[in-house]
T-cell receptor, first 113, second 114 residues
């Protein structure tokens, strides 16, 4: 069975402080993992993806995520939050050779000045 | 085209009417997906097309929902006898290949049933 759990529905940080958005997954197959961002009234944009290469993946806008198979986690981090990072973030799993994307329920990131 | 294109961007319809939503995927993408996003919720899988294979319709919520795709081009999602609970943003995505390729999403169609 495939599933994605985003552990926090809302995260609030101050500008300039680190961001951690947590994601755990369950997959019967070797998965590809993605983080997407959705700004208000905008479409979904790919932040980064893991596809069985390096376990630490760097994405756009300074975000990165680390694939930890032993913990079945794919947490998203950024060293220093910017006001423009305020958005909703979705963790997504796509089991290898099984073309369907399973979305987490999303984490809304609020960045305070 | 440069990205996934969906039309209309907004649709307001009366309860009981049929609606048709259109998706133009990225040229050359064999896989096409429809998702639904209700207000304040995550994305709900509806249907998946891959080339000429039979579509995966496992996410369609009722027989009022149907979708078609001609080859590897345009797809239409049809909702018959719309209900208020059908109000949502309907997102289309396409991807290049099977097995972990990233999906590119359109801007969505915001459907409001009044």
């Amino acid at each position: 069975a495939q599933s994605v759990t985003q552990l926090d529905s809302h995260v609030s940080v101050s500008e300039g402080t680190p961001v951690l958005l947590r994601c755990n997954y369950s997959s019967s197959y070797s998965p590809s993992l993605f983080w997407y961002v959705q700004h208000p009234n905008k479409g979904l944009q790919l932040l980064l993806k893991y596809t069985s290469a390096a376990t630490l993946v760097k994405g756009i806008n300074g975000f990165e995520a680390e694939f930890k198979k032993s913990e079945t986690s794919f947490h998203l981090t950024k060293p220093s939050a910017h006001m423009s990072d305020a958005a909703e973030y979705f963790c997504v799993v796509s089991p290898y050779n099984f073309n369907k994307f399973y979305f987490g329920s999303g984490t809304k990131l609020n960045v305070k000045p | 085209g440069a990205g996934v294109s969906q039309s209309p961007s907004n649709k307001v319809t009366e309860k009981g009417k049929d609606v048709e939503l259109r998706c133009d995927p990225i040229s050359g993408h064999t896989a096409l997906y429809w998702y639904r996003q209700r207000l304040g919720q995550g994305l709900e899988f509806l249907i998946y097309f891959q080339g000429n294979s039979a579509p995966d319709k496992s996410g369609l919520p009722s027989d009022r929902f149907s979708a078609e795709r001609t080859g590897e081009s345009v797809s239409t999602l049809t909702i018959q006898r719309t209900q208020q609970e059908d109000s949502a943003v309907y997102l289309c995505a396409s991807s290049l290949e099977a097995g972990g390729a990233e999906a590119f999403f359109g801007q969505g169609t915001r459907l409001t049933v009044v």
